[in-house]
């Protein structure tokens, strides 16, 4: 079973909107979020990670927010542009850091 | 990807016979994935090892097998290939203490 769900499967937004992509989980072990970044015939690549003693960590446009009790973290792409079109991945790891558990992916189209 | 390097990169094999796919690292890292990609499932686990010898398995392991008697080169081997294993294949690497994976960039697998 999935135990990292990721929405929406595919976004489509305008350059300069605001790209929000949601991710639930449910083991309480995790306690490391990364958000990974993969364009066509490429390997993901971090893009921002985030750990549960903060509810929020920005990086220029991408921003992770963290909410522990709903088990639930997002990522928001501020000023999104059409160079951000890629798949992005949730993940979630428990403090050994051994294995990352991956959401389903998010298609991001950003028109010009 | 520095540092990483999967081959193939693109592989077209026949049911029930055997293939083989190689990860090569020159970072010297203890940790290597190797994770499969299709749609609608993210990426997901299929063996991961934590140093030379010392394998384990992920959430998809049936029908694979792995090995890693030096620490560059981590293999992983479809014993006997099947259409469900069409898919791109990614082998990861991760430094001891440091949380990030770096990917390679794929091996697409298309087994007739």
């Known amino acids: 079973q999935q135990q990292v769900k990721q929405s929406p499967q595919s976004l489509i937004v305008q350059k300069g909107g605001i790209s929000i992509i949601n991710c639930a989980y449910e083991?309480?072990?995790?306690?490391?979020f990364p958000w990974y970044q993969q364009f066509p015939g490429k390997g993901p690549a971090l893009l921002i990670a985030?750990?549960?003693?903060?509810s929020e960590k920005k990086e220029g446009r991408f921003t992770i927010s963290f909410n522990k009790s709903a088990k639930q973290f997002s990522l928001h792409i501020m000023d999104s542009q059409p160079g951000d079109s890629a798949t992005y991945f949730c993940?979630?790891?428990?403090?050994?850091?051994?294995?990352?558990?991956f959401g389903e992916g998010t298609q991001l189209t950003v028109n010009p | 990807d520095a540092g990483i390097t999967q081959s193939p990169r693109h592989k077209v094999t026949e049911t029930g016979t055997p293939v083989t796919l190689r990860c090569h690292q020159t970072?010297?890292?203890?940790?290597m994935y190797w994770y499969r990609q299709d749609p609608g499932h993210g990426l997901r686990l299929i063996h991961y090892?934590?140093?030379?010898?010392?394998?384990d398995k992920g959430e998809v392991s049936d029908g694979y097998s792995v090995s890693r008697s030096k620490t560059e080169d981590f293999l992983l081997t479809l014993e006997s290939a099947t259409s469900s294993q069409t898919s791109v294949y990614f082998c990861?690497?991760?430094?001891?203490?440091?949380?990030?994976?770096?990917f390679g960039s794929g091996t697409r697998l298309t087994v007739v």
């Open positions: 990861a690497i991760r430094k001891q203490g440091v949380y990030g994976y770096t």
């Open positions: 083991n309480t072990a995790f306690d490391y």
């Open positions: 985030i750990r549960p003693d903060v």
């Open positions: 993940a979630a790891s428990n403090s050994s850091g051994s294995r990352l558990t």
């Open positions: 970072e010297n890292h203890r940790y």
């Open positions: 090892s934590y140093g030379v010898k010392d394998t």
